[in-house]
C-alpha cells in the first residue's frame, strides 16, 4: 500500500486487497457490503450487475441483499432500461423488494413490486393517477446506473463535471447532484481513477475505477461496496 492512500479509502484497504482480477470484457460483476475498519459488515450484503448496453438503451439487471439485525436480508430485484448517454440517465424500470429470514425464506405481506417511467418532466409509477414532478431538466440517474457509467466516463477520458438528480434505491430523490473526476492513487497494486459525488444533504460518495475502466469500489462515509471479481 501507499504510504499515503486517499482519504476517500482509509479503512477499506483489506476490501481492496481481496478484490479479483478484472476484465474490460465483464458483463457482470459481483460486488460485497463491507465496513471502513476493512472487514465485511455483520449482517452483511451482495450486489450482482449484468449489463447489456445497446446503441441507444442500457439494460441493467440487479440483484441487491443486505442484511437486517434479526439474521434476515431485505432482497431486491431489479430491471432497468437506461438511455447510453454519458450519465445513462433511468427511461424506465422493475423494483421487486423482499424481506426474506435467515434461510432465505420470504416472510409474509413483505413483497412490493414497483414499474415506473421517466417521462417528459415526470416519474410515472405504474397504476398511480399523477406523476411526481422533476424540479428540473437534470437527468434523473440512481447509484446502479452510476456503477455503469462511470465506467463509461473513464473509457472516454471524459473529465467534466455532470450535475443529475439521484434516485436511491429508485425511491429518495436527491436533487442537484454533483458528480466529477477527484484524481487518482496507486492501490493495492493498481493504478485507480476516482470520480466523486455529492450534493447538500448528501454524503459524499467515491467511485473507483481500474485503467480498464472497470468499478473496484462504490464507497460512502462508513461503507462501501466492493468489487468481487466476476459473477460465474
Request: charged share 25%; glycine share 10%.
Amino acid at each position: 500500500m501507499p504510504a499515503v492512500l486517499h482519504g476517500s479509502l482509509v479503512g477499506f484497504e483489506s476490501g481492496l486487497e481481496q478484490v479479483g482480477a478484472l476484465s474490460s470484457a465483464d458483463t457482470a460483476a459481483r460486488f460485497a457490503l463491507v465496513g471502513r475498519a476493512g472487514g465485511a459488515l455483520r449482517p452483511s450484503g451482495s450486489l450482482t450487475l449484468k449489463i447489456d448496453r445497446g446503441e441507444k438503451v442500457v439494460v441493467i439487471e440487479v440483484e441487491q441483499d443486505v442484511g437486517r439485525l434479526n439474521g434476515g436480508a431485505l432482497r431486491s430485484r431489479a430491471t432497468i432500461e437506461a438511455s447510453s448517454d454519458s450519465v445513462c440517465s433511468l427511461r424506465s424500470w422493475v423494483l421487486d423488494t423482499v424481506a426474506v429470514d435467515a434461510r432465505g425464506r420470504e416472510q409474509h405481506q413483505t413483497r412490493l413490486v414497483e414499474q415506473a417511467k421517466v417521462k417528459s418532466r415526470e416519474l410515472r409509477w405504474t397504476g398511480a393517477d399523477v406523476g411526481a414532478p422533476l424540479r428540473s431538466n437534470r437527468p434523473v440517474t440512481c447509484e446502479w446506473t452510476w456503477m455503469h457509467a462511470f465506467g463509461e466516463l473513464a473509457n472516454n477520458d471524459d473529465d467534466g463535471v455532470r450535475h443529475v438528480d439521484l434516485l436511491e434505491q429508485l425511491t429518495v430523490m436527491r436533487s442537484a447532484v454533483r458528480v466529477q473526476p477527484a484524481g487518482q492513487a496507486d492501490v493495492v497494486g493498481r493504478r485507480l481513477r476516482v470520480w466523486r459525488m455529492w450534493a447538500h444533504g448528501l454524503p459524499p460518495r467515491h467511485a473507483w475505477l481500474d485503467e480498464d475502466g472497470q468499478l473496484v469500489a462504490l464507497v460512502g462515509i462508513q461503507t462501501g461496496w466492493v468489487r468481487r471479481g466476476r459473477v460465474p
